[in-house]
């Protein structure tokens, strides 16, 4: 069974990817470890960032501070420092499966 926080932190997801494209919401797959135990957590990290346009977030993993897709946005390309959250990087379309994956894998 999955956690119910799971579940919650899924619709989150599923709801910003109403408002803003995959390429903001989600880690480009090359950028980011989606079978990492903490994925769902990161992705909700990020997402807390892009509702309060915070410029970004601490991982709870390091504690770097990670920029946000949104804040990546603001400089117009890549400035191929292989930012996890890189708007300008390419995805390969199931980056959300990879995620779901990864919560229901933990359960």
């Not at 999955?2 to 989600?26: E, G, H, K, M, Y």
């Not at 504690?63 to 949104?70: G, N």
């Amino acid at each position: 069974m999955v956690p119910s926080q799971d579940i919650n932190d899924a619709r989150r997801v599923f709801d910003a990817l109403q408002r803003w494209p995959v390429s903001v919401v989600l880690p480009a797959w090359t950028r980011f470890r989606y079978d990492s135990s903490n994925a769902l957590a990161i992705v909700v990290e990020h997402l807390e960032a892009l509702e309060s346009e915070s410029p970004g977030y601490s991982d709870p993993e390091t504690s770097y501070f990670v920029f946000s897709a949104q804040t990546l946005l603001g400089y117009g390309r890549c400035c191929g420092s292989r930012c996890r959250h890189c708007p300008f990087t390419a995805r390969r379309g199931d980056e959300l499966a990879l995620l779901l994956g990864s919560a229901t894998a933990r359960s």
